[in-house]
């Protein structure tokens, strides 16, 4: 059974860090691109990053750059991403999600997203 689990979320003031997780089984996610996508109930998802399958490229929007990184570790199966800077409006849940394609590519839309996880709950407040 193919399946994405996300962790790592949680309660944190502004400033503060987190580090989310997204792990994978029943599938080897070597050949997937990731991406982590938001939502804030009411609104539309928002695709926050992506990393490529070979990890080589990764992009990111622009209200997260400079303070999220994201990575992968193919031999654990698992892609990180760290968020630091932590604002309120980065408050939502959190999915991590595969796309299947070119090795290097990164600028998926949404809807390509084949599997998705769960969603992990982020709020930054005071």
């Known amino acids: 059974q193919l399946q994405l689990v996300e962790s790592g979320g949680g309660l944190v003031q502004p400033g503060g860090s987190l580090r989310l997780t997204c792990a994978a089984s029943?599938?080897?996610?070597?050949?997937?691109?990731i991406g982590w996508i938001r939502q804030v109930p009411g609104k539309e998802r928002q695709g926050v990053s992506c990393?490529?399958?070979?990890?080589?490229?990764?992009t990111y929007a622009d209200s997260v750059k400079g303070r999220f990184t994201i990575s992968r570790d193919n031999a654990k199966n698992t892609v990180y991403l760290q968020m630091n800077s932590l604002q309120p409006e980065d408050t939502a849940v959190y999915y991590c999600?595969?796309?299947?394609?070119?090795?290097?590519?990164?600028?998926?839309?949404?809807?390509?997203?084949?599997?998705w996880g769960q969603g992990t709950q982020v709020t930054v407040s005071s």
């Open positions: 999600a595969a796309v299947s394609g070119p090795a290097n590519f990164v600028h998926f839309s949404i809807p390509e997203y084949e599997y």
């Open positions: 029943g599938f080897s996610l070597e050949h997937y691109a």
């Open positions: 990393i490529s399958g070979s990890g080589g490229s990764t």
